[in-house]
């Protein structure tokens, strides 16, 4: 069975599915915060760190199987669109212009940090700490010569954990789980589901990917269903969002993918990129509620919306803490675009002078 150009194991997959449910099903018992999304990964990531092998058959997931279900939450942040939320964005301006020194900033913090203290060449810290798009840095590094292996690891390990430590950070501060498997119920879920209502979901998902590949959009899977999605509610088509199991299906699949990632890795490598990716991660979330306290009273945004919206982590996956907080949804996501944007544009720019 083929899954876009890749291959696919079904024992393998299904293997790695189960592992994945019974690590998020035992998270969610626990009130962990997106209990389906990190328990999954975390399940699957020690299994696939550690070599598991059940009936000979090691845990393994297709990296293109996330992107059949990441549009379901670009559905689902295009319904949080309202035209009071088109009258917002005019007075972000002081945050948009923060973003633009908070990325050098931020990618300046990871290059001392990976070249002091974990010895990486220059070329791979370089790319390594370019603070968002996560496959255009790995792709602009090894253009430029930077060690493959580690540049993945450092990029992907900064998407972790921030996945991690964000949501325990805010359910630490809250008091309560985050998360829509936690009990708390997005923007537009009370409203029934009629056919009318899944068919034109099922076509801002759809049609929003292949628009958003069309016009080579970044992150095209995430934003072009938000962008569909967004106009469908604004003209009124709809006024739901997808259902509760939707997105928790969506959380499985996500954990379960970035989990079998750290399949075949050497100890030793995965160790040293733990360490300093964790100490560049801590750093920036730092960096990034530091920018929220200055910002929140000139932007009109809560502190906790202006940090998620400056945290370095997935635009799918904050989205999924903005959603379920019902926190600034369209604020925390446009944010998050627009880094990605400034931060491949950079790179791109100091590319040249890197490799030389």
């Known amino acids: 069975m083929r899954i876009g150009s890749t291959e696919v194991n079904l024992p393998a997959l299904g293997l790695s599915l189960a592992i994945g449910a019974v690590g998020g099903t035992v998270a969610m018992w626990l009130h962990l915060p997106l209990g389906m999304l990190l328990g999954s990964l975390l399940a699957v990531g020690s299994a696939a760190a550690f070599g598991l092998r059940l009936f000979g058959t090691a845990v393994a997931v297709p990296a293109q199987l996330r992107f059949f279900f990441v549009p379901v939450i670009g559905v689902a942040v295009g319904g949080a669109f309202t035209p009071e939320i088109l009258r917002d964005m005019a007075g972000w301006w002081p945050s948009v212009l923060a973003l633009c020194l908070f990325l050098p900033l931020a990618q300046g913090i990871g290059y001392l940090i990976y070249t002091r203290i974990g010895r990486v060449s220059r070329v791979t810290a370089f790319f390594g700490a370019v603070p968002g798009g996560l496959i255009e840095s790995v ?196 944010h998050h675009i627009l880094r990605i944007v400034l931060s491949v544009l950079i790179a791109q720019l100091l590319s040249g002078r890197i490799a030389r």
């Not at 253009?143 to 359910?171: E, K, N, S, Y």
Request: aromatic share 6%.
């Open 139 to 334: 792709a602009l590094g090894e253009q430029a010569g930077a060690d493959p292996q580690m540049l993945t690891l450092l990029q992907f390990l900064r998407l972790i954990l921030c996945i991690v430590l964000v949501p325990i950070a805010f359910t630490w501060a809250s008091g309560h789980a985050v998360g829509s498997a936690s009990g708390v119920e997005m923007t537009g879920a009370a409203v029934p589901l009629g056919a009318r209502d899944v068919a034109v979901l099922v076509l801002a998902g759809v049609g929003g990917w292949a628009l958003g590949r069309l016009l080579h959009l970044p992150a095209a899977v995430m934003t072009g269903p938000i962008l569909l999605s967004a106009l469908a509610h604004l003209v009124g088509l709809t006024q739901t969002v997808p259902p509760a199991w939707a997105v928790t299906l969506t959380q499985l699949v996500v954990g379960t993918s970035l989990g079998a990632r750290f399949a075949g890795l050497p100890r030793r490598t995965l160790a040293l990129a733990l360490r300093v990716a964790a100490l560049n991660t801590v750093a920036l979330l730092a960096l990034a509620m530091g920018f929220a306290l200055v910002l929140s009273p000139a932007v009109g945004e809560p502190v906790a919306a202006v940090f998620l919206a400056f945290a370095p982590g997935g635009v799918a996956e904050m989205g999924l803490i903005a959603l379920s907080l019902q926190m600034s949804v369209v604020y925390v996501t446009a």
